[in-house]
């Protein structure tokens, strides 16, 4: 029998019989590497791994610790639910059912009938029972002609509309136990891999996203190859519940929305500016140090400057609509982005490469009309804070001042006890390179840079290819918070684009006229995405330098109000944000409410603390820490305070 050679990660070459599959490769290096296996990366492609290879290749094998290993178990999951539903409720029909970033879902038309919160766990029951009969997920190619008699028979429009897009040759069906289903797959060898399944809310989504079809019903849900992992999982929800930064904002008043402002427009509460400005002055201070320049743009502009940015063509029609002035044809946009403002302000004097980098920074506010279902929070928006800067530099710049934004975004991690991330390293689809703009040579330039930049710096990073943005390779850095959940902090990115568009140009050491690279980079994000993150990393315990109120001075009794409007007045003249509480409460309630709104510190003041010229400190979740002097407790408070300043 003809053999195949198999390359392996570390280089080495195995031959095995032509037919042979990925699992059968994995069992033979390890039995117990082979339980683990989901689906397998084969030339960048990710098969079953029950799937015969027929010709060389390059192989991976994707275990839980793949995101494509995850994946592949979660649409598995996602045909498994299918099953379960259509033996609840007969004659529904499916639309599509992919894995997401955190799980599955099913867009279902359900007919008559209707799946609503309270049916979830007697389909996660039911999908239980069917994972345990191990029954295999099989593979099918069929040509479309095949295809079409099948789901007509079937009644389904909605496969039979998928099916429209596609041609003979690429037609797969998938079948486990009683469900069929049109797909490309992969998914796992047989529904025993899936060991626990939580289903997580119901929600209407139109057919094709087009609110004039149909509503169909989508159904939420996530799997995990054992057991224990659900348990986690299902403490992880619950911790999440708690640490909901809506929850917190109200509670510790922050932030608020007004149906009367507009939906997704937050109100910053003056507590939550507190933490804005803390914020704003914290990054302005590591940006004067590495050599950006402030600037500040207005909150419109002519639809003019997005034309030529090409914003307005990508993304006008979702924008918000154009103000009209009393000058007929005169429009202006609300500012859905800072970098054409910035691409103005270099243009408004000659530039020689001796002004080479120029960095310039804003705290800049933009609007995008993000739809209502997607508003979330602070963390899905429609008016929102960047911390944007824009670093126009040479080519030969690019990888040295990568480096620095990559050290800005390491202090911002350092400080803010992000410990845990990797570094997405985007670059172009190799196999289809058209779609971008730039020449060979300057791509091949910027993304060894990227790559070189991380490596000198000990990223930790994951390459992926076909992810960069039309205009220029990036560095995404996406980091777990303190109950596992990803979330994408910071970004670098190079753009050739704009310094195209708006005829961006420097004079070089030769003495003609160059093109600059734009690098844009934004360590937070948005002042409310990245806030959101840290009420939800901390669980509303902010650190004592970005705490709203560092400090409640809670007199036991009102005879001893004289004494802590002395110590108020003390803290507040060394710039320590302080809170009397000096209502005729008992101390044991004061306490307990000065807990409940997380404020770092409590002086407690009674008789002897009065006789002694000292306050009784109280440290949120610790307890009591000692009696000392106002003036020790200010220098303590101080000291902390000042090494993140």
Known sequence: MENIKVILPDGSVREYPKGTTALQIAESISHSLAKKVLSALIDNEVWDATRPIHKDCQLRLLTWEDDEGKATLWHSSAHLMAEAIEQLFPGVKFWVGPPVENGFYYDIDTGDKKITLNDLEKIETRMMELAKQNNPYIRKEISKKEAIEYFKEKNDPYKLDLLERLNDGEITFYTQGTFTDLCRGPHVPHTGYIKGVKLLTVAGAYWKGDEKNKMLTRVYGISFPKENDLKEFLHQLEEAKKRDHRKIGKELELFTFSENVGMGLPLWLPK??????????????????????????????????????????????????????????????????????????????????????????????????????????????????????????????????????????????????????????????????????????????????????????????????????????????????????????????????????????????????????????????????????????????????????????????????????????????????????????????????????????????????????????????????????????????????????
């Not at 960095?359 to 800049?364: H, I, S, V």
């Not at 209502?372 to 602070?378: F, N, T």
């Not at 960047?386 to 710049?397: P, Y």
């Not at 302080?578 to 002086?603: A, H, Q, T, Y």
């Open 272 to 645: 939550g500016t507190v933490i804005r400005y803390e914020l704003e002055q914290f990054l302005r201070k590591i940006q004067n140090k590495n050599g950006y320049q402030p600037v500040v743009t207005p909150h419109i502009a002519q639809k003019q400057l997005y034309v030529i940015s090409g914003h307005y063509e990508k993304y006008g029609k979702d924008a918000f609509q154009p103000i009209r002035t009393p000058q007929e044809g005169e429009e202006f946009f609300l500012k859905p982005m800072n970098c054409p403002h910035h691409c103005e302000i270099y243009k408004s004097a000659p530039r020689s490469y001796k002004d080479l980098p120029l960095r310039l920074a804003e705290f800049g506010t933009v609007y995008r009309y993000e739809q209502h279902g997607e508003l979330h929070g602070l963390t899905r928006v429609r008016g929102f804070t960047q911390d944007d800067a824009h670093i126009f530099c040479t080519n030969e710049q690019v990888k040295d001042e990568f480096k620095k934004v990559i050290d800005i975004v390491l202090k911002v991690f350092e400080i803010f006890g992000f410990k845990d991330y990797i570094a997405q390293i985007s670059l172009r689809d190799l196999e289809n390179k058209s779609k971008y703009i730039g020449s060979e040579e300057v791509w091949e330039k910027a993304e060894q840079a990227i790559i070189e930049a991380a490596q000198e710096k000990g990223l930790k990073t994951k390459i992926e290819y076909g992810e960069a943005a039309f205009y220029g390779p990036k560095l995404d850095f996406m980091v777990k918070d303190a109950i596992g959940r990803k979330w994408q902090l910071g970004t670098i990115q190079v753009d050739y684009n704009l310094p195209e568009r708006f005829q961006l140009e420097y004079t070089g050491a030769d003495n003609q006229k160059h093109r600059p690279v734009m690098i844009h980079r934004a360590p937070f994000g948005s002042l409310e995405r990245f806030i959101a993150l840290l009420l939800e990393h901390t669980g509303g315990d902010l650190p004592v330098w970005i705490a709203p109120q560092q400090v409640a001075v809670l007199p036991i009794s009102e005879k001893f109000n004289s004494y802590a409007e002395n110590v108020v007045h003390l803290l507040s003249e060394n710039n320590i944000r302080v809170l009397l509480d000096d209502r005729n409460e008992k101390i044991g309630k004061k306490i307990r409410e000065s807990e409940l709104m997380k404020i770092p510190f409590m002086l407690i003041i009674g008789e002897k603390e009065i006789q002694n010229n000292q306050v009784a400190v109280r440290q949120h979740k610790v307890g009591d820490i000692g009696v000392m002097s106002v003036q020790n407790f200010i220098e303590h408070i101080t000291e902390i305070v000042k090494n993140y300043k």
